[in-house]
């Protein structure tokens, strides 16, 4: 399998109303063309990004995993966000990765984001993970992940790096530049989705969910008007890229403690 059909979503998130942001969601899924094979939703979608957690936080197998898990096997398509999780008394910013067939894959966010005090209420992740998905290893970062290269580092084991945010308007700029660096740094496509609209703390989201190629031309956007984007990822054209332009082999190693 060398292409991978992929629908981004970039709801206006409800304030914590789980329920209503399935449903809102599953409105949207319902247009979403049959040949889909991967669903990216952004960061706490379910939510919106809170720091009181525990007003709203699900266990691992809560509602909205469940509905996760409906939706792929509903599409035929793999799933992904993240969600507010509570989990043997820790709150997360947990990333799942529903495949089609129920299984999951999840990754607990590495950099919790401290300026608006996620670092005091969620628990951080203890290392980056990459999923196998149809020929292509994912991996998974979450907004303020984006930030830090070295986390976000390819030792030549990830074709497609996957960020889902929370990012507001005010820095959108630096979503928009720090999507295509990631993405030609690591010669691999970089998926960025964003929510729009506004949350409880006033803040404004523009959306500007994208898709940028392994030599970081754009290659699918959304402004702050749109809901879906629809893109096919070509893996042939990634390994051509590859070999043509061998920038991952002359990487410089180091290890970080």
Known sequence: MHNLDIA????????????????????????LQKSVQLIVLPETWATGF??????????PDGPSVLWMQEQAKAH????????????????????????????????????????????????AGTDSVTI??????????????LRFPVFCRNNDDYDLLICVAN?????IQAWD?????RAIENMAYTIGVNRVGRDAYRLQYPGHSAIYNEIGDREGFLDED??????????????????????????DDFTLR
């Open 8 to 31: 981004l979503l970039q709801p206006n998130t409800i304030w914590h109303d789980p329920q209503a942001n399935q449903e809102l969601i599953a409105d949207y899924l319902h247009q």
């Open 167 to 171: 990012w507001p308007e005010a820095r």
């Open 177 to 181: 530049t720090l999507l295509s660096a």
């Open 76 to 123: 035929k398509a793999a799933v992904c966000g993240s969600l507010a999780i509570a989990d043997k008394g820790q709150f997360y910013n947990r990333f799942f990765f529903v495949h089609p067939d129920g299984r999951m894959d999840t990754y607990d966010k590495y950099h919790p984001y401290t300026p608006s005090g996620e670092s005091r209420v969620y628990r």
């Open 226 to 251: 749109q809901t879906i984007a629809h893109i096919v990822i070509d893996k042939s054209k990634l390994e051509t890229t590859r070999k043509k332009l061998p920038f991952l082999q002359d990487r």
């Open 132 to 145: 196998e998905y149809m020929g292509w290893r994912i991996r998974p970062i979450i907004c303020y992940d």
């Open 50 to 59: 809170t720091m009181t957690p525990e007003q709203v936080a699900e266990a």
